[in-house]
């Protein structure tokens, strides 16, 4: 089914309940992504989308039973027929020229779908327009300005509408690039401290970003350590930056209160029954970025 025509439906359709029209975002199950979100010019971005979770039913199979007269269970894809051709996906047989979209499940097949991305700055290679076959996919773009990516598209049963955009942001010097980082204030068991960040598990920003310092914009007296562990603990107070951390944008970062700053001196108390009472205020920091030299 084209966009037009669930748009067509779905107006139609307004006044029950299984019709949406969600033009706030991407709903869940499907998901899409831009990464890292912050960017040295020329450096790669990726644009993701899966919609692999999408609801499944058997009515949704186009063709149906995966192109073969009946669903056949199977293990490996020697046990599906040489006629026509096929593979053996999820636990059941799917012709060859069935898309791996298409191919059903024990719950059938997931909703018929229709995805276009596009960007503000630069055009996706090989574009995704209208796409409803791809379930799952990425575009690898290097883009030299800040982009603005949008997905748009719709799925039925119920049928949805979907808008959302999300920002690739190029780093520069002048105006400063901050990248704020948040440790929020959590129990160790009967411990009181700070969640800690791990950039090598989500890299914010692309390979030749750099840090070129490191400033607290709290009203507290923190110890920062960062990047790796021979570098800190810093201690800064409020307002203060130091170049300490400088370098390649990931590790595990980490603060603390400084014991010398007032909120410091009430301990909160731990209690895996009752959470924690009168705990810390949650901290931050801010990595002010650049890029490498070429």
């Known amino acids: 089914m084209t966009r037009l025509a669930n748009s067509l439906l779905c107006l139609a359709l307004m006044a029950l309940p299984s019709c949406t029209l969600d033009r706030s975002g991407l709903v869940s199950p499907a998901t899409w992504s831009v990464e890292p979100a912050l960017f040295c010019p020329g450096d790669p971005v990726t644009v993701s989308w899966n919609f692999a979770r999408l609801p499944r039913h058997p009515d949704n199979c186009r063709p149906r039973n995966g192109g073969y007269s009946s669903t056949i269970a199977c293990t490996s894809s020697s046990g599906c027929p040489a006629d026509p051709a096929g593979r053996c996906l999820d636990g059941f047989c799917c012709a060859n020229s069935v898309p791996s979209g298409r191919c059903p499940t024990g719950d059938g097949c997931i909703a018929p779908f229709n ?31 800040t982009t603005v990516f949008t997905i748009r598209g ?141």
Not at 116 to 141: F, K, M
Not at 252 to 265: E, F, Q, R
């Open 115 to 145: 995805v276009t991305i596009t960007a503000d700055t630069l055009s996706l290679d090989p574009p995704v327009d209208s796409e409803s076959d791809d379930v799952r996919g990425t575009r690898t773009v290097h883009p030299s300005e």
């Open 154 to 294: 719709d799925w039925v049963n119920p049928v949805t509408l979907f808008e959302e955009t999300r920002t690739a942001t190029r780093i520069t010097a002048i105006p400063e690039t901050p990248l704020p980082v948040h440790f929020g204030f959590a129990c160790s068991g009967a411990t009181p401290g700070y969640r800690f960040v791990d950039f090598n598990a989500n890299p914010p920003a692309t390979e030749n970003a750099r840090v070129g310092s490191v400033r607290n914009p709290t009203g507290h007296t923190i110890r920062v350590t960062g990047g790796d562990p021979t570098r800190g603990p810093i201690t800064l107070r409020p307002g203060e930056a130091t170049d300490g951390f400088n370098g390649p944008v990931r590790g595990v970062w980490s603060v603390a209160l400084d014991p010398t700053d007032a909120a410091a001196l009430r301990v909160p108390r731990c209690s895996p029954d009752r959470g924690a009472e009168n705990p810390w205020p949650d901290l931050r920091i801010e990595l002010v970025l650049v890029c490498a030299a070429p």
